[in-house]
């Protein structure tokens, strides 16, 4: 069976016959899963505070709303020169650099955007805007066929009746389709293979609990939520097959960050010998890092620990730490899968050479 998906962002083009896209509209996942509700918007400030706020998360998906979200912004540029449009793409694009600091792809995604910007200033500025949306759809249509690839990979390390955990989302939801961590676990859906998944609820924005389980849910697949404590407890009871993650940026030397808490479960999952797989798309390598400990590591509002979904669970002046990633060393990680195939360590130069060619 092959599995829908709703369309994480999308455009909304201004008319049939217009060369360059309107809005972008996106799915508002903080609204998830009481209510379906999209944002449709071509306001580069709506477009930073959509990031920043997590209406659109998850690194791939970040990256293709910055790409999309940028050629928005800049088709109501009042610029009549190439120069002066390529001037107000470069300042939307460091505006929007500047919404989250750990996943690569946003910078990753704005660099390319501008390459195509510049590389074409001998054109006329509705040229270089078309340029621009072909880029910005190439960015959202590589990640989809990306994460296909990453699902065709992962799903030979599962089996028939595995019970796979994971932790935030790296599904649909994250990515312009299909996941990178759920994207195993689709694939093994549309072949009939059986397996079963236990989804972290991921304190302190509930990731796991309000998108996992609920994408899941609407592909049909068997998910089980559980409080981010219960993961030790499943994993000695023998519960757990093998854990699969997704990342916001990898290190040269394999060293992964991910939503804070995946460090955790990758220490449990090394202590009980439950095999632990890292799946994400090339663009979130960054080799110019030789190692984790150079990712920057965004630190949140207090009041997303102080409160759950708008409810006060804590003293309100108490001090809090809230850093949204942590980073998992290479030595604890089975396996990284990517859409070129599945590394192991050690990875010595093997990341680098596979991200050049
Ligand atoms: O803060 P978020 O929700 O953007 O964090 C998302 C994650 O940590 C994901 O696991 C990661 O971006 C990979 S998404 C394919």
Known sequence: MTVEFLKTVEWVPLSPESLVPGKV?????????????YLETDDVEEIWHAIKVLKVRGAPAIGVCAAMGLVAA?????????????????????????????AVNLFWALARMMSVAEENVGMLPVQILVRMAEEANAIRNEDAAMCRSIGAHGVALLNEG???????????????????????????????????????????????????????QHAGVDVTLICDNMAASLMQSGRISCVMV???RIAANGDVANK???????????????????????????????????IPIEQRDPVEVREIQGIRTAPSDVAVLNPAFDVTPAELVTAIVCEKGILRPAYGRRIAEMIAC
């Open 25 to 37: 509209r996106l799915i508002d996942q903080t609204r998830l899963p009481v209510s379906l509700e």
């Open 260 to 294: 804070i808490g995946t460090y955790g479960v990758a220490v449990l999952a090394k202590y009980h010998g439950v095999p632990f797989y890292v799946l994400a798309p090339s663009s979130t390598f960054d080799v110019s890092l030789a190692t984790g400990a150079d």
């Open 246 to 248: 997704g990342s916001d």
């Open 162 to 216: 595995d019970s796979i955990l994971t932790h935030c989302n790296a599904g649909s939801l994250a990515t312009a389709e299909f996941g990178t961590a759920l994207a195993p676990i689709y694939t093994a859906k549309e072949r009939g293979i059986g397996i079963k998944v236990f989804a972290d609820e991921t304190r302190p924005l509930l990731q796991g609990a309000r998108l996992t389980a609920w994408e899941l």
């Open 74 to 102: 800049v088709q109501n540029s009042s610029a009549v020169t190439s120069d002066r449009l390529i001037a107000d793409a470069r300042k939307k694009a460091d505006y929007l650099a500047s919404s989250r600091p750990t």
